[in-house]
């Protein structure tokens, strides 16, 4: 069983939060994706994104704040328009665009993460084994 | 060489179950660079913590990381141990394998094992790149912000001031105290409120340490922790606190009622105000809510909904003075004006819209003697106004209100314009325009009549400093048909002047009067009253179409006048030169024209004669400037023959000259005339002085916004006017209206709504021995600067409108807690004594109903609110003492008591008040048809459902955080939860501070709790403001954006990027390259991300760390 191997980049102020509220609520989920905790979305860099498919990721998660209420202003807008951009250039390159996904989930989503997370993993179960 | 080393905690059994240590230990003791791998069960215990010494001390570790639970509760806890034994505490990192793996996986052991050892692998990756890393101290502003005035901010302030450092408290109520100061006694001492606080509020009031700024809102705040910058908006109280002395005499003058919210909107309170006798600062305020409708809309400005409410006092004399500082005609208004005022009342929405004009005309009537006026000094500088009408008396009068000389030249031998020569004297006596002309005249206004003016140019050549047109719109327009000139044939304009300026006018038997506005049907109506035994007006479109005034309309009818529509006269045709019969032709209505009337077009071949001995066609007036000499150079619009001026200014094209009225505008109405004649005032006092014409005029009219109607309003007819008999009517020319009596004045006032709130009508200045207000006094915005903030904004109650099966608000005894609170207030609206709301009858059977809109993820808030059961048990208990004889039931789900002595007070509740206690929650609560409250619910105990007919129902509504918390938490950058409630940096932990630094939490704002809970976590916040404090400087963390002064290539990408305005540049060598402020730096990385040379790192997080962490997760 094809079993995806995901990174996921999280923002210390929303995203990771709600990631420690599923885990305080003992809510349950798919396993596969591996978390790092980055100070802010707009940390990310189309770099680590395109080496984390170099090194054998099959997908890449990025979670924020929402819209308007990013801890560093408007961090937030500054990943939407890279991953924007990042998508457009991954079809380009023979990647599938949805194995990059940028959510936003705020600290009191707890429930929104792990649904996110699940349908994430089934995504990428869907689309296969990506080979660079 | 790294020699990191990993502690593993089992966590008790939240790590150690889901996930096999021992395999983690095994997996990461074979890495590369790991000098020293060990478990524990309790890391973060002392043991724990000494293992973590030694380990470092023993094995000279460069490294630690600890696998446990989220960096958020405990990085802190290891980066101080680490750092006790001399390792940089930079160099210690967290690897969260319990939030994020073990409590996350238990079903998947292998998983969670695998996926716990990629994380620690991650941070081991990490923090082999580390570099130490030193705080950066930052100079801080030893001074806390307060937000919110109830026993939370109360406390801390105290807290902090009495520490020795300066409070900034901001209350955006006029009085600190919060909902405790609403409460009448707090369980489960049954301590009185305002007994135990207002001591508290008093030192608050005149702590020397503690800056008070209450009726203020936050603004804005910039800056970071130690450095806030905050700007304060003090909105204005309408009056100069410094002087204010709150002896109370303005509350009695005052006229104006409102809805007092201390009260829970239970009582009435005046515009001007105190929220309560114990308010700090002692202090009233005067609550403006923006321009009513009806003054916004009056072309004259009057303050309508001020003489209303004086009015509404019996204080005519009071009303006249405030309409006569706007308008100087009010006897004539309050007869003819076409207020636009009524059609704007909101009390339209009720019932019918407040008789304004008829009110306007009372207190002109009741004025038996005009008033003596206190003229100002005189200046040197004439004026000449052309023209006696509405607009040119009003300019007159405005000019000479400042002091000019003023000279009116009227061309006919009587002042007065259109009023005297268009208007018949049925509907306005000649007596109230020689009234309010000579007011006018007191001034010192000249009227000189019989004297026209031709050039108005020569008039400034005659030492006149500035000329004002207001010749009106005289001229007549005419049908242009055959037999126009046959007798019998009177033009509307001109049979009016005749008959009101006395002279003989005849006309037959059978007359028909063409056309459909005002004046058309004044001339049917003088054509009755001289003795015609028919009258027909004829009127080319339909009744919707008509211009007149319905009541004029109604009028004409009674008076036996018929209308026929749809027809227009083709042709007159006389015998011997005089007008025997007129040709008609049927109308019908097409497309709508220019004006939005739809456009009647006649039939062919439906002609019919009428026999008929006069005709009065009123079809129209145009201005006419044909008297103007042409080197004047005055511009006139031609297509119009109307004076051009400017849309402002009101200048012609001459300097100098200046117009306004019926000559400008084309026929309009009295009040926009006289609106005319203000603006050209103001414009010619301006030209005198020098002063530019056009700055500032056009002013912007802060309307009221949203204008609540009140919930408990009784439906009242309007008064009605009397009138004249139509038998009485027709045989004379006296007035037919004979207005409101001065009781029916006063009743019809009072159905003001009052919806601007305070109406300015100056009554309570008169009496204000300090001189205290200012009605143009200004919101402030004050600057100040903090380095730490406390949100204390507590909380409000959830609306009973949202709860439709208990009535959605409708009834008036189904009351909430606070409410009920005020009733047993001896300070409340029924002073102590439980009344009902509706009819002030003692209720001797109340119902409490408890978790209304709690503990209901359903429909409304999954949450309990903490503190209904136990003031449910209050209310109950204080409800005997009040009433021994009646009857208390409460319908609850759980009793909650887990306080000190509460468990016991209910219990007293219960068996020594007798109060009845049955679990079950309500269904619902409506009123039988005999109008008694019935409430639906169940006894789950017994099974059973149960119906209690009651007097009163009492809902404790859920606790929501107060109202604009959205706002704020935006403005401020710090998170809420899912409800609105702040959130706390750690629920169990951190309590009192968020994760935004200098942030710190108090009180019901952050989650529902009763006083001292809320007094506790205030000082909790207060201590950490002091821990903050004691310190030198503020640590900055040091986790910030860097650059690699070789690869920067000084493109600039990264600079505006930054929010903090952290990055800027820097000339090194005769390189342009980009500089970080480590001080602003928060972090963030958004600029390094950006960097296109790769220039931009950010320390202890750079990209070659990361690459690495990716590289070795997804091995």
Redesign the interface.
Known sequence: MFEP?I?CFFCK??T??A??L???S????L?NG???????S???????IL??FT???DGVLIGGCHP??C?????NY??RR?IKLLKKMLKELGIEPERVRLEWI????GKKF?RVMNQFVEEIKQLGELKV | MNKIGVFVCHCGRNIGEPIEVEKVVQTIQNLPEVAHVEDYKYMCSEPGQNKIRTAIKEKNLTGVIVGACSPSLHEITFRRTVEKEGLNPYLCEIANIREQCSWVHKENKEWATLKAIKIIQSMIEKVKLNESLFPIGIDMIKRVLIIGGGISGIQSALDVANAGYEVILVERNPSIGGHMAQLSETFPTLDCSQCIMTPKMVEVGQHEKIKLYTYSEIEEVSGYVGNFKIKIRKKSPFINWEKCNGCGECVEVCPVMMGNEFDVNLSERKAIYRPFPQAVPNKFTIDKRGIPPCKSVCPAGVDVQGYVALTSQGKFKEALELERKENPFPAVCGRVCTHPCESECKRKEVDQPVAIREIKRVIADEEKELPEVKKPPQKEEKVAVIGSGPAGLSCAWGLAKMGYKVTVFEALPVAGGMLVVGIPSFRLPREEIKKDIEYIKRWGVEIKTNSPIKDPKKLLQEGYNAVYIATGAHKERKLGIEGEELEGVYYGLDFLRKVNLNEEVKIGEKVVVVGGGNSAIDAARTAVRLGAKEVTIVYRRSKVEMPANEEEIEEAVKEGIKIHFLATPVKFVGENGRLKKMVCVKMKLGEPDSSGRRRPIPIEGSEFEMEVDTVIPTIGQTPDLDYLPKESRIKVIEKWNSLWVDDVSFETSVPGIFGGGDVVTGPSTVVEAIAQGKEGAISIDRYIRGVDLKEGRKKEVKKVEKIELPKKIKKEERQRVKTKEVSERVTNFEEVNLGLSKESAIIEAKRCLSCGGCSSCGECEKVCEPEAIDHNLKDEIIEEEVGAIILATGYELYPVEKIEEYGAGEYEDVINGLQFERLLSASGPTEGEVRRPSDGKIPKRVVFVSCVGSRDPEHHFPYCSKICCMYTAKHAMLYKHHVPDGEAIVFYIDTRTAGKSYEEFITKTQEEEKVTYIRGKVSKIFKNNNNELVVWGADTLVGKSIEVVCDMVVLSMAITPAKGIKELTQKLKIQIDEHGFLQEAHPKLRPVETLSPGFFLAGCAQAPKDIPDAVAQASGASARVLEMFSKDKYLHDPIVAEVDEDKCSGCGICIPLCVYGAREYEVKEEKRIAKVNEILCEGCGSCVAACPSGAGGQKNFKDTQIFKMIEVVLK
Not at chain 1, 106 to 109: K, Q
Request: with cysteine; hydrophobic share 30%; proline share 4%.
């Open positions: 191997k990174i102020w929303c990771s939060q990631a420690d599923a885990g305080t003992r809510m349950e989920y396993p591996i978390p790092l905790r980055f100070m802010c707009s940390r990310v860099d189309i770099e680590h080496w984390a090194k054998g990721a308007g209420d801890h560093y202003q408007n961090g500054k990943t890279r705020s600290a009191s989503e792990v």
